[in-house]
């Protein structure tokens, strides 16, 4: 072999084994999504070896009404790294995101959605990121995001609401790809919207609140393949209002 090629080798696994965490849990909430949750979780399951030495996978079904449950208990079957959580009846985005920080055991949790809208592979950007700054959050922002002009309308009008209430100034505030510390969901005062979508923004602001340091990378975004978002729903907006008044008059 000629010795530039053996060095760049040398090089490119030190970087690997360098940018390796020691520990990972990555949780997938999912409502809904039997069309994607097996690719999702398996396409996560195959690279995690390479970017964690100890990793564990919890799918929080949130109640869902088609087969997401039956499919994430037939997974867990499969790969003893894997734990399911099951909502019965189903509680909201909010609550699945909870249960997934509350139930993770080890040093830094990743979470990603379970539509298949995200490479998981683009963890790779949250770790080097986090080593390059000592973050105790990375996270995601989108990449050309592909939604409909209505959503990433409605999507700045609430960044801005955010921002004039709280100050939170971040490229994307409900970006469903995050790395965080465990000692920040252990630390933060306990979380607390369900139903609406408030609970990103109500996690960012806690965590700013209490000191720790917000770093933000590019992430890739794909036109969803099967299965319908739900976000959207009149109630679960009016909820997510509801709860950003509420923690604003709180923290007021």
């Given at each position: 072999?000629?010795?530039?090629?053996?060095?760049?080798q040398?090089?490119?696994?030190?970087?690997?084994?360098?940018?390796?965490?020691?520990?990972l849990?990555?949780?997938?909430?999912?409502?809904?999504?039997?069309?994607?949750?097996?690719?999702?979780?398996?396409?996560?399951?195959?690279?995690?070896?390479?970017?964690?030495?100890?990793?564990?996978?919890?799918i929080?079904d949130?109640?869902?009404?088609?087969?997401?449950?039956?499919?994430?208990?037939?997974?867990?079957?499969?790969y003893?790294?894997?734990?399911?959580?099951?909502?019965r009846?189903?509680?909201?985005?909010?609550?699945?995101?909870k249960?997934g920080?509350?139930?993770?055991?080890?040093e830094?949790?990743?979470?990603?959605?379970?539509?298949?809208?995200?490479?998981?592979?683009?963890?790779?950007k949250?770790?080097?990121?986090q080593?390059?700054?000592?973050?105790?959050?990375?996270?995601?922002?989108?990449?050309?995001?592909?939604?409909s002009?209505?959503?990433?309308?409605?999507?700045?009008?609430?960044?801005?609401?955010?921002?004039?209430l709280?100050?939170?100034?971040?490229?994307?505030?409900?970006?469903?790809?995050?790395?965080?510390?465990?000692k920040?969901?252990?630390?933060?005062?306990?979380?607390?919207?369900?139903?609406?979508?408030f609970?990103s923004?109500?996690?960012?602001?806690k965590?700013?609140?209490?000191?720790?340091?917000?770093?933000?990378?590019?992430?890739r975004?794909?036109?969803?393949?099967?299965?319908?978002?739900?976000?959207?729903?009149?109630?679960?907006?009016?909820?997510?209002?509801?709860?950003?008044?509420?923690l604003?008059?709180r923290?007021?």
């Amino acid at each position: 072999m000629r010795l530039d090629l053996y060095l760049e080798q040398i090089l490119s696994y030190t970087f690997f084994y360098m940018n390796r965490l020691s520990e990972l849990s990555v949780f997938f909430p999912a409502y809904n999504e039997e069309a994607n949750l097996r690719m999702v979780v398996e396409k996560a399951i195959n690279y995690l070896p390479k970017i964690a030495q100890k990793w564990e996978v919890l799918i929080v079904d949130d109640g869902s009404k088609d087969k997401t449950g039956e499919i994430a208990d037939s997974l867990a079957k499969e790969y003893r790294q894997i734990r399911v959580i099951h909502h019965r009846p189903n509680r909201g985005y909010g609550a699945a995101f909870k249960s997934g920080f509350y139930n993770a055991k080890y040093e830094w949790i990743a979470f990603t959605d379970s539509d298949g809208q995200f490479d998981f592979r683009d963890i790779d950007k949250f770790i080097e990121k986090q080593k390059e700054t000592s973050a105790d959050l990375v996270i995601g922002y989108y990449l050309g995001r592909k939604v409909s002009l209505q959503i990433k309308i409605t999507s700045k009008i609430w960044e801005i609401l955010v921002f004039l209430l709280f100050g939170l100034n971040v490229h994307d505030i409900d970006c469903g790809f995050k790395l965080v510390s465990k000692k920040v969901i252990s630390s933060i005062p306990k979380l607390e919207s369900e139903r609406g979508a408030f609970i990103s923004s109500e996690f960012l602001v806690k965590a700013r609140r209490a000191g720790f340091k917000i770093e933000e990378v590019g992430v890739r975004h794909y036109v969803r393949a099967g299965g319908k978002p739900t976000g959207r729903k009149l109630n679960v907006i009016m909820q997510s209002f509801v709860d950003l008044f509420r923690l604003w008059q709180r923290l007021k």
